[in-house]
C-alpha cells in the first residue's frame, strides 16, 4: 500500500510538471507573438503617419489649383461644389475649351 502511494504521488508529481513545463512554453509562445504584434503596430503607425502626410500633400488645395490651372482645366473645391445648383453654370476657365473638364478632389472621408 505504501509502495501504491509512493508511486501515485510520483506519477502526479510528473503529470503536474509535464503540465507546467507546456504552460511556460505556451506563454513563451505567446509573448513572443505578442511582442511581434506590437512590433507591427508602431509600424503601421509610422505607415499611416507618413500615408496622411502625402494625402495632405498631394491633395492640397493650392496643389489641385495649380495642376488643374497648368491643364487648362477648372478646380472646384468641395464648398464650391456644395454651393452650385443644378441651374447654375460651371464656372470655365479662359483656356478651356467648350466642354469644361472638373477636377474634384476626393478624401477618404468625402469631397473637400
Excluded: H
Excluded at 32 to 48: N, S
Excluded at 54 to 64: F, V
Excluded at 73 to 101: E, H, I, M, W
Amino acid at each position: 500500500m505504501k509502495n501504491g502511494l509512493i508511486l501515485a504521488a510520483l506519477v502526479l508529481s510528473l503529470l503536474a510538471f509535464a503540465g507546467m513545463m507546456r504552460v511556460k512554453t505556451d506563454v513563451q509562445t505567446m509573448d513572443r507573438e505578442r511582442q511581434r504584434l506590437v512590433r507591427d503596430r508602431a509600424e503601421l503607425r509610422e505607415t499611416k503617419r507618413v500615408l496622411e502626410a502625402e494625402w495632405a500633400l498631394l491633395a492640397s488645395p493650392e496643389r489641385l489649383q495649380e495642376i488643374a490651372d497648368k491643364a487648362g482645366k477648372v478646380y472646384l473645391n468641395g464648398s464650391a461644389l456644395s454651393q452650385l445648383t443644378f441651374d447654375d453654370p460651371l464656372p470655365v476657365s479662359p483656356t478651356a475649351p467648350t466642354s469644361v473638364a472638373t477636377a474634384v478632389a476626393i478624401s477618404p472621408s468625402g469631397i473637400f
